[in-house]
């Protein structure tokens, strides 16, 4: 067996616990050696649970760790960039979290950190393309089982169960488009091979009037243009009447793929007086668990065998672009081209 | 266009109704021109809603009329020998629902008054077959689409909703095995090409008393082996939990042909609170409702174009013969040979 | 029972056909009392297959008979306007099917033909509204089961197995947009209960030149804001690598309503080496058969019961208008507003 | 943390490489310490890939290694009775894959052993319990959310993509209904919470003439009443025409609960000239992969946490002495009691 690739982690917020178990418990050639959060007691708690030798409340100092071999940035958002040229620079491999980071700009100054350190590996986390399902889509397209590919449709649809929440991370998600699209934008680009040329933006303020006030949408939608001619749809809302709802549909001009939620949370069907039944997911962490083992795995497996992964720091910047372009598009109500 | 067939029809209930009703709207080629019911006022009111030139309410009365052309006998089981031979000896053809009629030694008689008239028509209404989901499977049987057929599983579930009535009709019903398996039986014989050899029938009283009393149950099931080695097995009972449920499963060597009713009432699904579901059909007469129209159809189809159908004055005898023959078993306990 | 309404039919093309088939044998309160097509051979061959007492070649002599109540007319789409004013001016009801007229302007001759005749009965046939399924979801979103609707998305999708028949019929058709978008745009209209405000249209050819020659699209979209603040998706394409999928969805604020094609057929599920699947309706004929019936029923129903229908000459001119727009924003590749 | 539990596993099989493998991987509060097989080679190869310390190929002299907790026995199940004996004696934990052994007479000895231990842990490896969706329907019916259990309906079917392997081991496997139907005996025991009290069970060869010399058939089902009047029925074959299937439905009362495999590979469905359609597991490892982790998961916790498994030496025996009833009642064609 490889050697054992020894990970520091930071951050500790919801998505962040959950890579610090996965990497302590079910990803295999790596182990959790350190991890960071700004909030020292969680720090204890979950070194104490998961066995950390190293915990920090400083990237800056845990990446000084010379035991450490790769750094996994789970930090909020507007750090990415600055916490992947740290991990970068003291000669760590670098695993960060979707998005990139929070505005274009400093998606390019993450861009030359990766290349400043060709030698290291790096990689971006969409954990769709992880899932069973998504990867499987990928290749049966990279086969041309479907043709050319069309049209990409792909919603993300979070449960009105857990609008509570929802409504107090609002303010700092960045909105819709830039928090919830950009898994729509990263698979209609990675589906259809192209970028994307032109963008139409609409939504509205359906039931929620927080979203008024943060010039956001509780529905909104965006159509694109690609520049090979193929056509994306992506539909979000945080109203969704059932549980966490992820569907995208790939037509092609031979045959369809569909990856639907509907009856994912497992393989039971209920009849009742309501009829005949499946129930979704609660919420995305139960969604997408195993996509999340998945890429972290995948990326410890490219630095143990000296590959590199499929989803680079470009991909990162190009999504945030087209999101920010719908975001502009929804705001002005314009049609507007994506350069 | 062949000339219009005239129809006296006997029996005004539930199903009766129905059929006078569609004969009278949707059938093609014929025409409603008798009815018959011991109900007189019955038949004032439906000869009025119908347009129906003739009425009685008497059988022998009816069969006398020269107009008429064909009999349909919709009339209570208990008399339906005596009316197919009422018919068929006044020199009509003759439709009669199922079952042919209560007691194996009555069926005998339907088949010596069949015998007697080769020149007429007679059909027996199992209409499960003239559904285009049945009829489907049947086709692809044929054609040897799933090799050889191994088992035949098929329910028969009425709707909790509708529990009261059923529980006033049970004590003329005949019974679980005879009142509903028929239907199963029916659809086993004909997918494997089979006649019934050994049956084992099981069952109990789980909810509703009035069962017991009646030494039926309200939830039973038979499994039976074939002349030809293929097997079937039936269930069914009173309580489903949703609405009207007709499933069945022919597993072939080769492959598998499933009919479920699940999704069935319309395309609609339905997401909400409770999952993704599609709805039930509320009752059997929904369920079936263009299978009664394309029954009596073919009934028609056969007479103006001097043709047989499909389904014999035997398929009814047999079919009575091995319920009567699960009944027994589920009275005894024991595994009885068919003979 | 009523009396029976007398109809003459025009038009004996695929549709016209089904359409006098429907009216000879299964709409009740109504007879199919004359046929008019310019095919006078094809006219006496209906004439004897169902009976048809009057056979016409034109139009105009057709709706001087006094013995008819009503006119259905489903000649080519460019006589519509023509026709429904002759049948209004005669004194008869008027049927027509989609769409009202070719061009907006003809479509205001229609209103005009309708707004001088009050006391007659004239209905516009958008079929999908008359389908079971559909019928449902508008009840339920009326009935406030979904809460606000948010989202309609609306697919018409013809199999590739036809796609010979569809390219001669192309140039002749009004392009995608005039041709399948018009049932998408109406049902969006009808499930949000509000206008097109602005549109964006996008396609392109991805498999067949001719459309490329036509300034049309194999496959395309279509994004509508409605006025209400409400969003629409259409797509449309040729080369569904199934058979006949049209689907459509209603995202609501606490609910979602789907129709969908799959499984439509029939409930038969194959279990093969392909995995387990349902199969489509192979054409559209197929797929609306009943709907067909239903709304020539709800016509002969609304004049015998002395009610209105709810698909109003205006239905037709709306969506003529937006389905105009469309194109031009397909042609001109700019977003437009719908006024 | 809890401490990490050392495990031994015995048997390198298909199934046992896969035991293996998940506990040095997947399962969390255990490592895999030592190996034991009769094929050195093997050993050699396994204790490489997944770093294990101490490698044997005599149980006897595994289970005398101090430094180990407990014994995963995944060997051939003629042996298991005798190595869970030699591990709980040695004063090691033990899990037991299933069945427990394939003599009634050794299942007793099985017990003997467990009851002579209580101070450790022992449990049998139903997998299919561990399995969410499974987990899922037991809580339900608990919980009562489908009134009285009336029928458990199994299926085990094996594809015929893997019959040239299943043939070669088809003289070993003691038959269809111990390698096959105590999976669905357990079932049904579980989610009616009653014992097998007659069963009949039939079945035949349809298509591979080596059973037929086996004494034993390729496609079979067998009928059980339970002590509680409730229903099971259970089919197996080893021809199914699309992958693994393995499927449960649990009718009750009041509502139905179902876990079938349709669409189980992932959430991807295909649209293409057959149709839409779902996919099957190829075969029955990847169906239950994470079932096999849940259920040795299960163990540890059970140790670790000072817990007593669910599933019990006794049920192993009992679900052997009621496929041997299956078995007999296949070869006499009887229908026997079960005492």
Redesign the interface.
């Known amino acids: ?1 490889a050697k054992t690739l020894k990970i520091g982690s930071v951050g500790l917020g919801r998505l962040g616990y959950e890579h610090a178990k996965n990497i ?3 990803v ?1 050639g790596a182990e959790l050696t350190a991890i960071c959060d700004t909030d020292a007691a969680r720090v204890a708690q979950v070194a ?4 950390v030798p190293y915990t920090y409340t400083d990237v800056a100092e845990m990446v000084k760790n010379p035991e450490l071999d790769a750094i996994v940035v789970v930090s909020p958002s507007m750090f990415h960039a600055e916490h992947i040229k740290l991990a970068l620079d003291a000669g760590k491999h670098c695993f960060c979290d979707k998005p990139l980071d929070t505005t274009v700009e400093k998606c390019k100054l993450a861009e030359k950190a990766v290349e400043a350190h060709p030698d290291k590996v790096f990689m971006l986390g969409f954990m769709r393309r992880f ?3 998504y990867a ?2 990928k290749r ?1 397209i990279d086969a041309g ?4 590919v ?2 990409v ?1 792909s919603y993300t649809q979070d449960p ?1 169960t857990t609008i509570e929440g929802t409504l107090k991370f609002a303010p700092h998600s960045g909105g819709q488009y830039l928090d919830m699209c950009v898994h729509d934008l990263d698979l209609i680009r990675w589906f259809t091979g192209a970028e994307v040329k ?1 963008v ?1 933006a ?3 303020v ?2 929620f009037d927080l979203y008024r006030e943060l010039n956001d949408a509780d ?1 909104c ?1 965006a ?1 694109v ?1 690609l520049d090979n ?3 994306g ?1 992506m ?1 979000t ?1 945080r ?5 966490c ?1 992820v569907e995208t549909e790939i ?14 949370k ?15 997911y609660p919420d995305f962490l139960s969604r997408w668990h195993q996509a999340y083992i998945n890429e972290i795995q995948e990326f410890v497996s490219c630095i143990n065998e000296g590959r590199k992964p499929g989803v680079t720091v470009y991909d990162g910047t190009k999504v945030s672009q087209a999101a920010y372009r719908c975001k502009e598009s929804f705001e002005t ?3 507007l081209v994506n350069e």
């Open positions: 067996m302590a418990n079910y295999t104490e649970e998961l066995n899932d069973d399902s499987e889509a049966r089982d479907i043709g050319k069309v049209l449709r009105r032109r139409w609409i939504g509205g359906f039931e529905n939608c159509t243009q001619g193929a056509m749809f539909f809302n109203t969704h009447g059932a549980g709802n037509i092609g001009t031979h045959g369809t793929l569909r990856i639907a939620n509907v009856g994912a497992n393989l039971l069907q209920i009849v009742d007086g309501s009829g005949a039944r499946e129930e979704y109500g314009e049609m």
